[in-house]
Structure formats: C-alpha cells, structure tokens
C-alpha cells in the first residue's frame, strides 16, 4: 500500500520559519510531480507549490518569495521551505503526488495523498 508522510509542522510566530517534508512508502514517485496543497478550516484545498521530476517549480502567487519547494531524487523526499511565515498560512499542509508529471494546480489532478501535517502560525 503505497503511502505519502509528511512530516515537520508545528507552532510558530509569524515571521518565523518552518520545512515540511514528504517521503512516500511502498514505492518511488522519482518520475512524478510532487505539490503541496493547504487546508484551512471551512476552506478547500489550496495549491501552494509543485515540483516537477526535471525540477521545474510553480508557485501560488500568495507564496511565492516566501516559500521554497525542492526535491532530493536520491530520497525521494520533498520539501517546503516557509519563510516570513504569516497567520494566514495557518493550514493543515499535504503532499501529493502527480504520476503524469504534469504540474498541475487543481488538487483532482493528484493521485497520491498524505495525511496532512498542521501549521500554525500565530500573531
């Protein structure tokens, strides 16, 4: 059974920093996209970045300069780098797998979830 986790949420004050990261189990997805979504409550999933397996990265615009997506192909691991972090990045973050490898930005183009880490980030 093929799981993504994600790991490396928490508390912090704005302003501050936090890396979130997802490896999946059961099997590679080195040939996928790789993305991350947020959740905050009584809200929809909300594209925050992508990384395709050549590298190329697309941003949602309320991110972009603040946060960094990167992947180790070696790992098979992803990781959101969250600088300048505001309270209004407060969500639960999830990692999602593309097999297609097509960088999209609508969650319905993902095949592969994680459960989801928190981040909080207060005033």
């Known amino acids: 059974q093929v799981h993504l986790v994600e790991s490396g949420g928490g508390l912090v004050q704005a302003g501050g920093s936090l890396r979130l990261s997802c490896a999946p189990s059961?099997?590679?997805?080195?040939?996928?996209?790789m993305g991350w979504f947020r959740q905050a409550p009584g809200k929809e999933h909300e594209f925050v970045a992508v990384?395709?397996?050549?590298?190329?990265?697309y941003y949602a615009h309320s991110v972009k300069d603040r946060f960094t997506i990167s992947r180790d192909t070696a790992k098979d691991t992803v990781y959101l780098q969250m600088n300048s972090l505001k309270p209004e990045d407060t969500a639960v973050y999830y990692c999602?797998?593309?097999?297609?490898?097509?960088?999209?930005?609508?969650?319905?183009?993902?095949?592969?979830w994680g459960q989801g880490t928190q981040v909080t980030v207060s005033s």
């Open positions: 059961g099997r590679t997805f080195s040939n996928g996209a």
């Open positions: 999602a797998v593309d097999v297609l490898n097509r960088a999209q930005r609508s969650p319905l183009e993902y095949h592969y």
């Open positions: 990384i395709t397996s050549g590298g190329d990265t």
